[in-house]
């Protein structure tokens, strides 16, 4: 079966730092995504591992364990902005990517 | 123009209207997909089309029929929709290359309600 799990909902403060965590069973690995969701907005892709290690990009890194079946995004000097949605998505194969049930983060101040 | 766009924002129908939502890009885009997300859930998978082709139908009900006129459009037609189908319809396109690290590009959804 098909399988991706996050944390359901996540609180920290503005300048902390926050890992979201990722665990997935697929039946195929091409590649994990990470998308932001701002409530009533459209995902926006944000991060992007297909081999093990850590990819950074500014604020936002993101890490995986092909052989854990594990993912993290690591959001750095958090802004009130950056409470939002956080899904994880692996792509299967093709054209299908399967996404995470999302983890809400709170930024407080 | 990094943009894709979708409409109506907003639909309410009933269980006997025929509606449609429409999607739009201009990035030269070959694949396009149709996703639905209910609340606090993840977007599924409803239909993909690449190069105007259907390649995927996840055995969604033929209640929701998707078509793509050109490689910039792409519709959903919707009939006798049930109340459980209300949810956010997102459309999405991607590079259709063949890379695995085809980042999707999501307009910004159609919130519909079936009464």
């Known amino acids: 079966g098909q399988n991706i799990d996050q944390p359901t909902e996540m609180t920290a403060t503005e300048g902390a730092i926050v890992q979201i965590n990722c665990t997935y069973q697929?039946?195929?690995?091409?590649?994990l995504f990470w998308y932001q969701q701002h409530a009533g907005e459209a995902p926006t892709f944000l991060s992007y591992n297909v081999l093990d290690g850590l990819e950074e990009k500014g604020r936002f890194s993101s890490f995986l364990s092909r052989s854990k079946g594990y993912s993290y995004l690591l959001l750095k000097e958090l802004q009130m902005k950056d409470s939002a949605s956080y899904l994880c998505?692996?792509?299967?194969?093709?054209?299908?990517?399967?996404f995470g049930a999302g983890t809400r983060l709170f930024v407080k101040a | 123009d990094t943009e894709v766009t979708q409409t109506p924002k907003h639909l309410v129908m009933g269980m006997t209207n025929k509606k449609s939502l429409k999607c739009e890009q201009h990035m030269g885009h070959r694949a396009m997909y149709w996703y639905k997300q209910k609340a606090k859930k993840p977007p599924e998978l409803m239909f993909v089309?690449?190069?105007?082709?259907?390649?995927i139908n996840e055995s969604v009900p033929s209640r929701f029929s998707p078509e793509c006129p050109n490689s910039s459009l792409l519709n959903l037609h919707l009939h006798a929709l049930q109340p459980e189908d209300s949810a956010l319809y997102l459309c999405a396109s991607s590079q259709a290359e063949g890379q695995t690290n085809e980042k999707l590009f999501f307009g910004s959804g159609t919130q519909l309600s079936v009464l």
């Open positions: 998505a692996v792509n299967n194969g093709g054209f299908k990517t399967i």
């Open positions: 697929t039946s195929g690995f091409n590649g």
């Open positions: 089309y690449s190069y105007e082709k259907l390649s």
